[in-house]
């Protein structure tokens, strides 16, 4: 064989092996996708999916597919996208449960927003994952950027947000950089919120941003409102918190920290270091230590500035201390709605001690309880009848109390007819955690920005981004809106102004399950909020 032939059959086998190399690395690199819109990334399935998709976890499987036959409903008619954010892959059953509730409102929200009036547009709603603490956020944002951008997609608004994170937070940042309008149902953080001033001007860190759950700094305050005869009686208080970085954890520390005590003086701080949202690592040891130590201060009121997993783990340690048979109050806020699904019957059981009485009471400021306004309202009933000498006519009943009780009535009715459907969710919503009613409530906020920014267009059209952002601090006073959890009405910065806190007590009793009573209203502001919520220009 001549040697130029020689020479060309070896570059011709150097680039079939180059151009194989090149194809099987292509092949290798290419996404292992786990549905539509959806790529596993190191065992977690992240993306953006309404077709269905449950993301492997089995207890949202049922809402998942009652979302998209929703989507389906309306697909034909005028319709945007909105898109709800939150992890959606768990190992506890009870985080699993959780956020099969949260979902649960999502869905009924959604129902609700697109029977209304009738009018448009639709919602379309899309799960978006974006892992575990939000840790593949970027992914997704990127993901929903091109959405909104999409003519097919037009996604128009940005949902769901429940834990008050760095990741979280730089997700929501980038959101509303990119004027994508973000409604954020359960964060409590202080840092993911715009500052509202005293003359009714907001500092936009987050341009396009709504919440409707009130900062920790307002459910302190809400705490403070309710316990106001605290300071007159011979209490003392201790700050439990935890060091971990994380926005929750470090906002409630610092509301709490702010509650002016009119009683003794209690012992300094006591801090704990967990290794994350979920995981126990060593807090049980540093909570003996803790509970020895608050023992020997005399202190019974525990501010307790940290996560539901090692809130669990304190009031264990405190009721296994025992000491001269005192009995704790522990105080937290709204991430202590989920306590509940997470105690057993040993647990319960450890709490009341062996005389059967309790050794442990949890009270924590609830974003909402079922129970809130059909109590409220017995109970102002009460005072009206004995102040007038006459029953209140109905024209005398407060708004504030009797729109979010219609609200509620409202739910409930669309929860039964899911079930005379035969519509599966995963099992018959509970409103007792608020999880169900919050994101409920983001969903009907939604959908009235978008009625409101679509009135006077034309059907064919839809409202561009801009439009739907500027429409979130115009709902107030006639257009507020008429939530489960109480009425909403956004501030210019996109707060909700004096949202009540409902303020809940987990009860072990005296055999069997603990109960979860509500036992009242606090206000941020100190009072109730105004007739149909006209924001003041000064905040009080």
């Known amino acids: 064989m001549p040697r130029w032939r020689k020479i060309l059959y070896s570059l011709l ?85 959780q956020m099969r509730s949260d979902l649960q409102g999502a869905y009924l929200g959604q129902r609700q927003a697109n029977e209304g009036e009738g009018e448009p547009p639709k919602i379309r709603l899309v799960l978006a994952n974006p892992g575990q603490d939000y840790g593949r956020q970027e992914k997704v944002v990127d993901a929903l950027l091109r959405m909104a951008s999409s003519s097919e997609d037009r996604l128009r608004a940005v949902t769901g947000f429940n834990l008050s994170l760095a990741a979280t937070e730089a997700a929501v940042k980038r959101l509303t950089e990119n004027k994508i309008p973000v409604l954020a149902a359960r ?19 987050f341009p396009g941003l709504a919440r409707i759950l009130p900062t ?32 929750y954890n470090e906002s409630l520390a610092r509301a709490f920290s702010r509650i002016e005590e009119k009683g003794p003086a209690g012992p300094a701080a006591m801090s704990f270091e967990s290794p994350s949202i979920d995981e126990a690592g060593s807090t049980g040891n540093q909570f003996t230590q803790t509970a020895n130590n608050i023992c ?8 307790f500035a940290g996560r539901t997993l090692h809130l669990r783990i304190l009031a264990l340690k ?8 005192r009995h704790y109050t522990i105080i937290s806020g709204s991430d202590a709605a989920s ?101 409920h409530d983001g969903l009907i906020t939604i959908g009235k920005a978008l009625h409101q920014a679509q009135r006077g267009a034309p059907e064919s059209t839809v409202p561009t981004l801009e439009d739907v952002g500027r429409q979130w601090p115009l709902l107030q006073s006639r257009h507020r809106v008429q939530g489960t959890s109480g009425l909403i009405c956004l501030t210019t910065g ?34 109730p909020q105004p007739k149909n919520c006209v924001i003041p220009s000064a905040t009080p």
């Open 318 to 325: 405190l009721a296994q201390v025992g000491c001269k048979n």
């Open 13 to 97: 086998a150097a680039v079939a092996i180059v151009a194989g190399v090149a194809v099987t690395t292509s092949l290798i690199r290419k996404p292992d996708t786990c549905a539509d819109g959806v790529e596993r990334i190191d065992g977690e399935c992240v993306g953006v999916n309404g077709e269905g998709y449950d993301f492997g976890n089995p207890e949202i499987t049922d809402v998942a597919r009652a979302i998209a036959r929703e989507n389906q409903r309306i697909e034909k008619q005028p319709h945007v996208t909105v898109a709800m954010m939150l992890p959606l892959q768990s190992d506890r059953e009870a985080v699993r449960r």
């Open 216 to 247: 920790n700094n307002d459910a302190a305050r809400a705490l403070a409102d309710f316990n106001g005869e605290r300071g007159r009686r011979n209490l003392k208080t201790v700050l439990v918190y935890d060091k971990r970085p994380d926005g």
């Open 339 to 439: 306590l509940r699904q997470d105690m057993t019957e040993k647990d319960w059981a450890r709490l009341r001690g062996d005389d059967g009485r309790p050794k442990v009471t949890v009270q924590y400021a609830a974003p909402a309880h079922p129970d809130a306004w059909t109590t409220e309202l017995a109970a102002w009933r009460k005072r009206y009848t004995a102040a007038h000498k006459r029953e209140p006519a109905a024209q005398d009943l407060p708004q504030y109390l009797t729109e979010p009780e219609a609200a509620l009535d409202t739910l409930r009715k669309q929860i039964d007819t899911t079930v005379k459907e035969g519509t599966e969710l995963g099992s018959t919503p509970t409103l007792e955690d608020s999880r169900t009613m919050l994101v």
């Open 187 to 205: 964060i409590s953080g202080d840092r993911i919120a715009n500052e509202d001033g005293p003359d009714g001007m907001a500092k936009l860190r």
């Open 494 to 527: 996109g707060n909700a102004y004096d949202k009540p806190a409902a303020i809940v007590e987990l009860d072990p009793g005296r055999k069997g399950p603990g109960t979860l009573k509500f036992v009242g209203l606090g206000w941020p502001t100190g009072t």
């Open 296 to 303: 020997d201060s005399e202190a019974d009121t525990v501010y």
